[in-house]
Protein backbone atom coordinates (compact mmCIF):
# COMPACT_ATOMS: atom_id res chain seq x y z
CA UNK A 1 0.00 0.00 0.00
CA UNK A 2 1.32 3.69 -1.35
CA UNK A 3 0.12 4.41 2.52
CA UNK A 4 2.75 2.00 4.59
CA UNK A 5 5.42 3.77 2.15
CA UNK A 6 4.48 6.98 3.54
CA UNK A 7 4.39 5.97 7.13
CA UNK A 8 7.75 3.95 7.02
CA UNK A 9 9.14 7.69 5.42
CA UNK A 10 8.11 10.06 8.06
CA UNK A 11 9.56 7.10 10.74
CA UNK A 12 12.93 6.99 9.24
CA UNK A 13 13.21 10.42 8.56
CA UNK A 14 11.31 11.89 12.05
CA UNK A 15 12.82 9.42 14.55
CA UNK A 16 11.36 11.58 17.16
CA UNK A 17 7.70 10.73 16.23
CA UNK A 18 8.89 6.72 17.29
CA UNK A 19 9.09 8.08 20.72
CA UNK A 20 6.44 9.94 20.71
CA UNK A 21 4.18 7.55 19.47
CA UNK A 22 5.70 4.61 22.09
CA UNK A 23 6.92 4.50 25.46
CA UNK A 24 10.24 2.83 26.21
CA UNK A 25 12.13 4.26 23.29
CA UNK A 26 14.68 6.99 23.51
CA UNK A 27 14.74 10.59 21.97
CA UNK A 28 16.19 10.61 18.84
CA UNK A 29 16.72 7.36 18.35
CA UNK A 30 17.48 6.19 14.38
CA UNK A 31 16.26 3.28 13.03
CA UNK A 32 17.00 1.42 9.51
CA UNK A 33 14.34 0.37 7.56
CA UNK A 34 13.85 -3.12 6.16
CA UNK A 35 11.14 -5.51 4.56
CA UNK A 36 12.98 -9.34 5.03
CA UNK A 37 11.38 -12.84 3.99
CA UNK A 38 10.63 -14.58 6.84
CA UNK A 39 10.83 -18.34 5.17
CA UNK A 40 8.23 -21.03 6.22
CA UNK A 41 8.90 -23.47 8.34
CA UNK A 42 7.92 -26.69 10.25
CA UNK A 43 7.55 -26.67 13.74
CA UNK A 44 5.86 -29.48 15.71
CA UNK A 45 4.62 -28.14 18.97
CA UNK A 46 6.14 -30.25 22.35
CA UNK A 47 2.24 -29.71 23.44
CA UNK A 48 -0.97 -27.90 23.89
CA UNK A 49 -3.42 -28.13 26.40
CA UNK A 50 -7.03 -27.48 25.03
CA UNK A 51 -9.81 -26.34 27.88
CA UNK A 52 -12.88 -28.48 27.36
CA UNK A 53 -14.50 -25.55 29.28
CA UNK A 54 -16.69 -23.53 26.80
CA UNK A 55 -16.06 -20.80 28.99
CA UNK A 56 -13.77 -18.70 26.55
CA UNK A 57 -12.33 -17.20 29.32
CA UNK A 58 -9.61 -20.45 30.18
CA UNK A 59 -7.19 -20.12 28.43
CA UNK A 60 -5.23 -22.69 26.26
CA UNK A 61 -1.50 -23.78 27.73
CA UNK A 62 1.37 -24.04 25.58
CA UNK A 63 3.65 -26.97 26.95
CA UNK A 64 7.36 -27.84 26.39
CA UNK A 65 9.80 -30.05 28.86
CA UNK A 66 13.83 -28.87 27.84
CA UNK A 67 16.11 -30.43 30.00
CA UNK A 68 19.08 -29.78 27.45
CA UNK A 69 20.80 -26.64 26.60
CA UNK A 70 19.58 -25.11 23.24
CA UNK A 71 20.70 -22.00 22.08
CA UNK A 72 17.43 -20.59 20.09
CA UNK A 73 15.13 -22.18 22.55
CA UNK A 74 13.06 -19.06 23.62
CA UNK A 75 13.13 -17.65 20.05
CA UNK A 76 11.42 -21.43 19.02
CA UNK A 77 8.85 -21.56 21.38
CA UNK A 78 7.27 -18.24 20.52
CA UNK A 79 7.75 -18.86 17.05
CA UNK A 80 5.78 -21.85 17.23
CA UNK A 81 3.18 -20.44 19.98
CA UNK A 82 2.45 -17.38 17.52
CA UNK A 83 2.36 -19.64 14.67
CA UNK A 84 -0.36 -22.20 16.41
CA UNK A 85 -2.33 -18.88 17.06
CA UNK A 86 -2.24 -17.82 13.78
CA UNK A 87 -3.30 -20.81 12.17
CA UNK A 88 -5.83 -22.22 14.15
CA UNK A 89 -7.48 -19.02 14.38
CA UNK A 90 -7.28 -19.46 18.66
CA UNK A 91 -9.74 -16.80 20.16
CA UNK A 92 -9.01 -17.37 23.71
CA UNK A 93 -6.12 -16.12 26.04
CA UNK A 94 -2.93 -18.46 26.29
CA UNK A 95 -0.30 -19.25 29.14
CA UNK A 96 2.96 -21.27 28.60
CA UNK A 97 4.53 -23.56 30.99
CA UNK A 98 7.83 -24.70 30.73
CA UNK A 99 9.74 -27.23 33.43
CA UNK A 100 13.45 -26.47 32.25
CA UNK A 101 16.56 -28.67 34.38
CA UNK A 102 17.86 -25.46 35.69
CA UNK A 103 18.37 -21.52 36.01
CA UNK A 104 22.06 -22.53 34.43
CA UNK A 105 20.48 -23.86 31.40
CA UNK A 106 21.81 -22.15 27.86
CA UNK A 107 18.26 -20.96 26.14
CA UNK A 108 18.66 -17.96 24.36
CA UNK A 109 18.43 -14.40 24.78
CA UNK A 110 15.47 -13.82 26.84
CA UNK A 111 15.49 -10.00 26.24
CA UNK A 112 13.32 -10.10 23.43
CA UNK A 113 10.55 -11.86 25.35
CA UNK A 114 10.88 -10.21 28.23
CA UNK A 115 7.52 -9.27 28.77
CA UNK A 116 5.45 -12.91 27.30
CA UNK A 117 7.93 -14.47 30.34
CA UNK A 118 6.75 -12.36 33.02
CA UNK A 119 3.35 -12.29 32.36
CA UNK A 120 2.45 -15.28 29.88
CA UNK A 121 4.88 -18.03 30.91
CA UNK A 122 5.40 -19.84 34.00
CA UNK A 123 8.65 -21.84 34.35
CA UNK A 124 9.19 -24.27 36.43
CA UNK A 125 13.22 -25.34 37.52
CA UNK A 126 13.33 -28.72 38.34
CA UNK A 127 16.68 -27.98 40.30
CA UNK A 128 14.80 -25.91 42.94
CA UNK A 129 12.47 -28.34 43.55
CA UNK A 130 15.47 -30.77 44.32
CA UNK A 131 16.05 -29.41 48.56
CA UNK A 132 11.80 -28.89 49.41
CA UNK A 133 9.99 -31.96 50.96
CA UNK A 134 6.56 -32.43 51.53
CA UNK A 135 5.49 -31.47 48.00
CA UNK A 136 2.07 -32.47 46.23
CA UNK A 137 2.43 -35.69 43.94
CA UNK A 138 2.72 -34.04 41.01
CA UNK A 139 5.72 -32.00 42.31
CA UNK A 140 7.04 -35.00 44.24
CA UNK A 141 7.45 -36.67 40.55
CA UNK A 142 8.92 -33.72 38.51
CA UNK A 143 11.73 -33.72 41.52
CA UNK A 144 12.15 -37.43 41.44
CA UNK A 145 13.27 -36.69 37.85
CA UNK A 146 16.17 -34.07 39.16
CA UNK A 147 16.93 -35.42 42.53
CA UNK A 148 20.23 -37.71 42.44
CA UNK A 149 20.68 -41.37 40.94
CA UNK A 150 21.54 -42.57 44.60
CA UNK A 151 18.35 -41.24 45.92
CA UNK A 152 15.62 -42.05 43.46
CA UNK A 153 15.11 -45.41 45.10
CA UNK A 154 14.35 -43.96 48.33
CA UNK A 155 12.52 -40.85 46.87
CA UNK A 156 10.00 -43.30 44.90
CA UNK A 157 9.21 -45.54 47.80
CA UNK A 158 7.98 -42.40 49.21
CA UNK A 159 5.66 -41.38 46.72
CA UNK A 160 4.25 -44.53 47.26
CA UNK A 161 3.89 -44.69 50.55
CA UNK A 162 1.27 -41.55 50.36
CA UNK A 163 -1.03 -43.73 47.75
CA UNK A 164 -4.19 -44.37 48.84
CA UNK A 165 -5.96 -47.64 47.46
CA UNK A 166 -4.71 -49.82 45.26
CA UNK A 167 -5.66 -48.08 41.73
CA UNK A 168 -3.77 -44.76 43.39
CA UNK A 169 -0.93 -47.03 43.90
CA UNK A 170 -0.91 -48.48 40.35
CA UNK A 171 -1.38 -45.06 38.79
CA UNK A 172 1.00 -43.64 41.29
CA UNK A 173 3.92 -46.98 40.53
CA UNK A 174 2.95 -46.17 36.50
CA UNK A 175 4.95 -42.80 36.53
CA UNK A 176 7.59 -43.77 38.88
CA UNK A 177 8.59 -46.45 36.97
CA UNK A 178 8.17 -44.54 33.86
CA UNK A 179 10.83 -41.89 35.29
CA UNK A 180 13.32 -44.40 36.81
CA UNK A 181 13.49 -46.25 33.31
CA UNK A 182 14.36 -43.05 32.00
CA UNK A 183 16.90 -42.08 34.28
CA UNK A 184 18.42 -45.82 34.70
CA UNK A 185 17.63 -47.38 30.29
CA UNK A 186 19.87 -50.17 31.45
CA UNK A 187 17.26 -51.26 34.25
CA UNK A 188 14.35 -54.15 33.29
CA UNK A 189 11.11 -52.87 35.27
CA UNK A 190 11.25 -55.97 37.60
CA UNK A 191 15.06 -54.24 38.54
CA UNK A 192 13.24 -50.70 39.11
CA UNK A 193 11.08 -52.24 41.59
CA UNK A 194 13.85 -54.02 43.29
CA UNK A 195 15.21 -50.24 43.67
CA UNK A 196 11.65 -49.48 44.80
CA UNK A 197 11.79 -51.99 47.27
CA UNK A 198 8.55 -53.94 45.72
CA UNK A 199 9.04 -57.66 45.72
CA UNK A 200 5.89 -58.32 44.53
CA UNK A 201 3.24 -56.85 42.25
CA UNK A 202 0.77 -58.69 40.03
CA UNK A 203 1.91 -58.44 36.75
CA UNK A 204 -1.59 -58.43 35.41
CA UNK A 205 -2.20 -55.17 36.95
CA UNK A 206 0.80 -52.98 35.35
CA UNK A 207 0.24 -51.19 32.23
CA UNK A 208 2.55 -52.68 30.05
CA UNK A 209 0.93 -55.86 30.27
CA UNK A 210 -2.31 -54.69 29.71
CA UNK A 211 -0.67 -53.38 26.38
CA UNK A 212 0.98 -56.47 25.57
CA UNK A 213 -2.19 -58.54 26.42
CA UNK A 214 -4.02 -56.68 23.67
CA UNK A 215 -1.58 -59.24 21.43
CA UNK A 216 -4.12 -62.08 22.29
CA UNK A 217 -1.81 -64.83 22.61
CA UNK A 218 -0.25 -65.87 25.97
CA UNK A 219 2.89 -67.23 24.35
CA UNK A 220 3.49 -63.81 22.39
CA UNK A 221 2.64 -61.95 25.58
CA UNK A 222 5.01 -63.52 27.94
CA UNK A 223 7.67 -63.26 25.47
CA UNK A 224 7.57 -59.49 25.36
CA UNK A 225 7.31 -59.55 28.97
CA UNK A 226 10.13 -61.04 29.46
CA UNK A 227 12.37 -58.73 26.97
CA UNK A 228 10.86 -55.68 29.07
CA UNK A 229 10.92 -56.69 32.55
CA UNK A 230 13.59 -59.70 32.38
CA UNK A 231 12.63 -63.39 33.67
CA UNK A 232 9.18 -64.29 35.03
CA UNK A 233 8.93 -66.34 37.76
CA UNK A 234 6.29 -69.53 37.02
CA UNK A 235 4.07 -68.25 39.16
CA UNK A 236 3.88 -64.71 37.00
CA UNK A 237 3.91 -67.32 33.81
CA UNK A 238 0.94 -69.26 35.52
CA UNK A 239 -0.89 -66.24 35.94
CA UNK A 240 -0.27 -64.42 32.38
CA UNK A 241 -1.69 -67.93 31.18
CA UNK A 242 -4.42 -67.64 33.26
CA UNK A 243 -5.60 -63.99 32.62
CA UNK A 244 -5.22 -65.06 28.54
CA UNK A 245 -7.88 -67.91 29.40
CA UNK A 246 -9.92 -65.70 31.12
CA UNK A 247 -9.28 -62.47 29.83
Not at 33 to 40: G, L, Q, R, S
Not at 126 to 139: F, R
Request: hydrophobic content about 40%; overall charge negative; glycine content about 8%.
Amino acid sequence: MKTDKLFYKMLLTQPEAVAELMSGIPKGCVFDYKAPVVKEKEFRLDGVLLPLSEDMTVPLVFFEAQMQPEGGFYGRYFAELHLYLSQYEVERPWLGLLILQSRRQTLGSEVPHGTLLRLNVTRIYLEDLVPLQGLSLNLALLRLIAVPEQDVGVEGRKILAVAEGRADFLRSLDLVEGILSSKFPELTIEEVRQMLGLKSVDITETKFFQEAAQIGEAKVTLRMLARQCGALSSEQENQVRSYRVSG
